[in-house]
């Protein structure tokens, strides 16, 4: 049984709104963000939230501020990841207080959760449909991989992507392991198996 409470949180670059799962006794919390062109209604955010719920995890949905002022189009990464951050350490004084964080998100939301983990002191990082590789460019300049965000990261991270994911396969690494699903990177498909990934991960991890 959890209890769903949704309130703005402050920021320098606008309100955030967060969306609060919360168990009775949480082992953990974990905090996800949403793609860039998407909200937390996404369906691998749905099936991943249901799996920790599961787990007696409670889960934050954190729309970024651009989104809360109905914009579709993303804010600059330094703006996304100083947004997370003001929204991470109020709800560590709130929602997940004195709880093991862990923080994630599904591609955009992934990335930002990669980058500021590390000052975050959060404990694992779950990503859904991390954007490896961007499409090639109209400038014919080759796309730049993403793969040092992911390898900047010093705690578990669990990268559930989808097996036709246009954004490839990011690899396994000793703290990184990579479940590859049915669908492709909007992970509408092969639920069932994000959520078993995303419960026995967090068995290990909290």
């Known amino acids: 049984m959890s209890a769903t409470v949704v309130r703005e949180v402050d920021t320098p670059h606008g309100p955030a ?5 919360l168990v009775e006794k949480p082992r953990a919390a974990l905090v996800l963000g949403h793609g860039a062109g998407g909200g937390v209604t996404a369906r691998d955010l ?17 729309e970024q501020p651009y989104r809360v002022a109905g914009r579709r189009s993303p804010a600059p990464a330094a703006t996304l990841d100083t947004a ?6 109020a709800l560590r004084v709130d929602e997940a207080r004195d ?16 980058r500021t983990a590390g000052a975050l002191g959060a404990a694992a990082v779950l990503c859904l449909a991390f ?10 300049a080759p796309p730049v991989s993403r793969l040092p965000e992911l390898e900047a990261v010093r705690v578990p991270v669990l990268v559930v992507q989808g097996a036709n ?5 990011p690899p396994a690494a000793p703290q990184r392991n ?24 967090l068995e290990e991890v909290v």
């Open 165 to 169: 994911d246009r954004f490839g396969l």
């Open 84 to 89: 997370w951050r003001a929204v991470v350490e």
């Open 17 to 21: 709104r967060v969306h609060s799962h």
């Open 178 to 201: 990579v479940v590859v699903v049915p669908g492709d990177h909007a992970l509408r498909s092969g639920l069932a198996e994000l959520r078993a990934a995303v419960r026995a991960w």
């Open 46 to 62: 749905v099936a991943a939230t249901e799996a920790a719920l599961e787990h007696d995890v409670s889960v934050i949905l954190v």
């Open 131 to 140: 954007p490896l590789v961007p499409p090639a460019r109209r400038s014919g």
């Open 99 to 114: 709880l093991p964080l862990v923080v994630g998100g599904r591609s955009s939301g992934a990335r930002v959760a990669c």
